[in-house]
């Protein structure tokens, strides 16, 4: 009898041990992986409370607020007769792919997304923590978003442009420039979807949908990090 107490101490602390393991991991945030992109800085994968999120340069760039922030803006900003129109989709800044999930559940029509992202890094460890790989509509493009408008031939219902590098405004990409190339890319009664991030660039952020509302129907819609443009498109 003695020795089996004494043999199943060490058991008793290692079931002890991955409990308040587990009990750490669901109470504070843990970096589960950290890669330095080229692209985008450092880039950190943290685990908090049983799911993932990804981090570049000091920005959460896909995980569950993420999601939050486009379903809550896109539900605020399309109409229910737009999300049965709306069958091909073109993701410019795909980042993990948090966005697709979101997708998925407002457009019951979707037949075709297709993602593009610069950043080989961010694609990996989407398709190794985000189940980025497992969605068979979507097609991953790794091109940066102004060279692949450039050259594109097909057309779109709707363009989610959110481009950025870390925490980094682009000024190729965040333009009146760019949002003219992106109407071009629509089909008839289309629609563009711009983040801007006005918590990191509020000044930017301001005059460029002030130049954007002067040449196109906008709709604002504020968020606690950021503003969703919906641009029309006739």
């Known amino acids: ?34 890669i330095v992109s080229p692209i985008n800085g450092q880039v950190r994968i943290v685990k908090f409370q049983g799911k993932y999120n990804l981090w570049a340069g000091g920005a959460e760039q896909s995980g569950e607020l993420v999601e939050k922030l486009w379903r809550d803006g896109l539900l605020k900003g399309i109409i229910s007769s737009q999300q049965q129109s709306i069958h091909k989709i073109l993701i410019l800044g795909l980042g993990a792919g948090s966005i697709v999930k979101v997708l998925h559940n407002i457009f019951p029509n979707l037949e075709k997304i297709v993602g593009v992202e610069i950043d080989p890094i961010i694609i990996d460890l989407g398709k190794k923590y985000f189940g980025l790989g497992n969605i068979p509509e979507l097609r991953i493009v790794m091109s940066d978003a102004n060279e692949y408008v450039t050259s594109l031939k097909e057309k779109f219902d709707l363009i989610v442009l959110d481009c ?4 980094n405004w682009d000024p190729n990409i965040s333009s009146l420039k760019f949002v003219d190339s992106c109407q071009s890319k629509l089909n008839k009664g289309g629609l563009l979807v711009m983040n801007l991030l006005d918590f990191y660039f509020p000044k930017e952020t301001r005059t460029l949908a002030f130049e954007i509302e002067k040449k196109y129907k906008i709709l604002r819609v504020k968020q606690e990090y950021n503003i969703l443009l919906f641009i029309s498109h006739w």
């Open 1 to 34: 009898t003695k020795r089996r107490k004494i043999s199943s101490l060490p058991l008793n602390w290692v079931l002890c041990l991955m409990a308040l393991t587990n009990m750490l991991d669901w109470a504070f945030p843990q970096t589960i992986e950290t």
């Open 164 to 167: 950025y590098k870390g925490k």
